[in-house]
Nanobody, 124 residues
Framework: QVQLVQSGGGSVQAGGSLRLSCTVSGYTFNRHCMAWFRQAPGKEREGVADIDRDAMPSYADSVKGRFTISRDNGRNTLYLQMNSLAPEDTAMYYC??????????????????WGQGTQVTVSS
């Protein structure tokens, strides 16, 4: 059974940093597109960053230069390093995976496996 187990997150003041982790079990980690999404109250789930098995990342414009997605295939773990956090980054963050290339996936609905979510709260 495929599982994505998230850790990290929490509360931080504006300008601070947090790191999220997502550990994968149940399938071959390095064959898949991995991504981070977030959802704020009353808003749709939006893509934050994704990374292919060959480690080519892409980012939403709102996080470019502040967030870094990475993956450790040996540890079956996906990371999201978040720096210079702002109140508008406050949301529930989810990791997701799919067997296709990231460029072929258009939106949250196309990812087949999800983590349980972790809250990130940034205060001003």
């Amino acid at each position: 059974q495929v599982q994505l187990v998230q850790s990290g997150g929490g509360s931080v003041q504006a300008g601070g940093s947090l790191r999220l982790s997502c550990t994968v079990s149940g399938y071959t980690f390095n064959r898949h597109c991995m991504a981070w999404f977030r959802q704020a109250p009353g808003k749709e789930r939006e893509g934050v960053a994704d990374i292919d098995r060959d480690a080519m990342p892409s980012y939403a414009d709102s996080v470019k230069g502040r967030f870094t997605i990475s993956r450790d295939n040996g540890r079956n773990t996906l990371y999201l390093q978040m720096n210079s956090l702002a109140p508008e980054d406050t949301a529930m963050y989810y990791c997701a995976a799919d067997d296709r290339w990231c460029a072929l996936l258009h939106g949250a609905s196309e990812y087949t496996v999800w983590g349980q979510g972790t809250q990130v709260t940034v205060s001003s």
